[in-house]
């Protein structure tokens, strides 16, 4: 269903650009990294989801100076807002571009030698399994059926079928 309004729209892109920024960033660095739409809009949500957790008192303080009580943006409202929604697109495309480049040099370790003066390999690996995940994607089946147009696959289940 779109929205229907205005402020539906931007209730949307509040709520979904910030974890599509992100990945955006993370895949440029990285590579792609989800296969589907579905799985690139789980991952939109779910980073967004960490993100407006991680912001939300800024957010909430940004929010009331600048709509507290009032129908009609100010000039100096608007500018609150408009340095909100930079920092709401920036962050994630900081930590993105970040962590992106970690994991695409992750075995070499080459390149972003001032954060990983700081970050010993074992405290490296735990980083980004917490940030990317156990099994991050793409999975080997998902690279081999992900270049091939149509094909046959044959199954024998565990019953003998």
């Known amino acids: 269903m779109l929205p229907s309004s205005v402020t539906a729209l931007a209730i949307v892109l509040v709520a979904v ?81 970040v962590v992106g480049g970690l994991y695409a040099t992750r075995d070499s370790r080459e390149g972003w030698s001032r954060l990983r003066r700081r970050l010993t390999p074992q405290r490296e690996t735990k980083l980004l399994r917490f940030i990317v995940g156990r099994d991050p994607a793409p999975r080997a089946w998902d690279d081999l059926f992900s270049g091939l147009e149509s094909c046959y696959l044959r199954v024998r289940t565990t019953s003998g079928g």
């Open 17 to 97: 650009l910030p974890g599509a920024v992100y990945t955006w960033a993370f895949e440029r660095e990285a590579g792609a990294y989800g296969v589907t739409l579905a799985d690139r809009v789980l991952r939109f949500l779910a980073a967004s989801v960490a993100l407006h957790l991680a912001l939300a008192w800024p957010e909430y303080g940004l929010y009331r100076m600048a709509l507290q009580g009032q129908d009609e943006l100010q000039a100096g409202q608007f500018a609150v807002l408009w340095v909100g929604l930079l920092v709401l697109a920036g962050v994630p495309a900081v930590v993105g571009t």
